[in-house]
């Protein structure tokens, strides 16, 4: 898989890039909206790329793909997941990269692919309402609000914004 923008490249990902995974992993917004993707150390980033990688093949998913720069930096990551009412878009560029307008290119870019790949006609963006970023991110890229306020997220009762894309 290779998608390439005006000035990203998202490819599948290999072993040699656990230790940018566990780099792009310890900002503080990731430990803040996505605790569970915060990899301590190189070895815990090598177990998940190598559990990521071994997915591709799979129809279940997830499929999680890293997000390069066209000179070569890894700044972070698209996904499909699974949820119960189908598949979730995820994304995360590590903060040192942000507010250059990267998560919405790659968002942009990954959606139609990837639900040309799987077949399917909607994608849902749930994250925290406190999110600011990934809710822009998610209007900007078309989707539609379906609800606000108190929901399941990672586990536990919190304020979310849940969206659709029908593509």
Known sequence: MLIETERLIIREFDIDMAQAVHENSLDEDNRRFVPDEVFETVEEARETVEFLMSQYGSEDGPLVYPVFTKVGDNIGYV?????????????????????NGYATEAVSAFMPYIAERKGIKEIYGICLAENIAS???MEKCGFTNLFEGVGDYQGEKCEIVKNVLKL
């Not at 949820?83 to 878009?89: F, H, L, P, Q």
């Open 79 to 99: 996904q499909l997941a699974p949820i119960d009412e189908g598949w979730e878009i995820g994304y995360h560029i590590a903060k040192k990269y942000t507010g």
């Open 135 to 137: 809710v822009k991110v």
